[in-house]
Nanobody
Framework: EVQLQASGGGLVQAGGSLRLSCAAS????????IAWFRQAPGKEREGVSC????????YYADSVKGRFTISSDNAKNTVYLQMNSLKPEDTAVYYC??????????????????WGQGTQVTVSS
């Protein structure tokens, strides 16, 4: 059974940091492109960041560029999202998602096969 387990969310003050983890099991992790999406109440799901399985390329939404860093530890089958300089507008449920293959579009959430359960990030002002 394929599972993506997202964790690391919490309550933090503006300017603070959190590190989210997405632990994968039941799949060939090295073959999977992993992304982080987020969804705030009343808003659409939006892509935050993703990392390519083929060459480790990373991509970021403009709203988080320079503040968030995505990384992968293949030995632990885990992708991390380091979030620094957090802002109240970063408040959302964060989900990790995975899809295999080279023909993928980082920002298209419907293209992902597997999803984690979500972890809440709340940034207070």
């Amino acid at each position: 059974e394929v599972q993506l387990q997202a964790s690391g969310g919490g309550l933090v003050q503006a300017g603070g940091s959190l590190r989210l983890s997405c632990a994968a099991s039941g799949l060939a992790f090295d073959d999977y492109n992993i992304a982080w999406f987020r969804q705030a109440p009343g808003k659409e799901r939006e892509g935050v960041s993703c990392i390519s399985s083929s060459d480790g390329s990373t991509y970021y939404a403009d709203s988080v560029k320079g503040r968030f860093t995505i990384s992968s530890d293949n030995a632990k089958n885990t992708v991390y999202l380091q979030m620094n300089s957090l802002k109240p507008e970063d408040t959302a449920v964060y989900y990790c998602a995975g899809v295999s293959g080279s023909s993928w579009y980082c920002w298209e959430w419907m293209s992902y096969d597997y999803w984690g359960q979500g972890t809440q990030v709340t940034v207070s002002s």
